[in-house]
């Protein structure tokens, strides 16, 4: 008779490794950047904080304005 050798299997898969907060703050800085400056294009572009003159930017953000309930005109 032959016996096979069988490697014990864990109760649970190996979890991820943890991202250090070092690793992952940068990138989140970056993120709330973007969102912000997102956030000024479509809420706040073309009114008194304006900072380029025309209603280029009024035009390209015009859709996306009332989807997100900014009122424009």
């Known amino acids: 008779m032959s016996h096979s050798a069988t490697l014990p299997t864990p109760a649970h ?3 991820p490794a943890a991202i250090p907060l070092r690793q992952l ?3 989140a ?3 709330l950047l973007l969102a ?3 956030i000024y294009f479509v809420g706040a572009e073309q009114g008194a904080t304006s900072i380029f003159s025309g209603t280029f930017v009024h035009e ?3 859709d996306g304005r009332h989807l997100l ?3 424009c005109h």
Do not use: I, K, R
């Open 13 to 15: 898969p190996a979890l």
């Open 60 to 62: 390209v953000t015009h």
């Open 36 to 38: 912000a400056l997102a």
């Open 69 to 71: 309930s900014f009122p």
């Open 29 to 31: 800085v970056f993120g």
């Open 25 to 27: 703050l940068p990138w």
